[in-house]
């Protein structure tokens, strides 16, 4: 599977964002999907995760309420709509499939593939 990130940008604090995440191969709807980020001189981080039928989500606490993780197995993509962005927000987010179960993608360790990830900036 090869996923390709998109959707970052810059936008000023409260406003919006959704990044996309396509994936190449037959078998998407088979793996859970994640988001990660990372900030500058910060360790890479669990955002959200996502089962291969959609039906169950993980989010981490500082995004709850916040972030939508979703998907679209017709056409092997996964989105994450941002609201609300914070500063704190600022990070290159990554995007992950993982042949694990959901609960176990929230750990960077368990995911198979990796996209090369999109900047999102909050300014404030």
């Known amino acids: 599977v090869q996923l390709q990130a998109s959707g970052g940008g810059l936008v000023q604090a409260g406003g919006s964002l959704r990044l996309s995440c396509a994936a190449s191969?037959?078998?998407?709807?088979?793996?859970?999907m994640g988001w990660f980020r990372q900030a500058p001189r910060k360790e890479r981080e669990f955002v959200a995760t996502i089962s291969p039928g959609g039906g169950i989500r993980y989010y981490e606490d500082s995004v709850k309420g916040r972030f939508t993780i979703s998907r679209d197995n017709a056409k092997n993509t996964m989105y994450l709509q941002m609201n609300s962005l914070k500063p704190e927000d600022t990070a290159v987010y990554f995007c992950?499939?993982?042949?694990?179960?959901?609960?176990?993608?929230?750990?960077?360790?368990?995911?198979?593939?990796w996209g090369q990830g999109t900047l999102v900036t909050v300014s404030s």
């Open positions: 191969g037959p078998t998407f709807s088979n793996y859970c």
């Open positions: 992950a499939a993982s042949t694990s179960d959901t609960y176990s993608s929230r750990r960077a360790a368990v995911y198979n593939y």
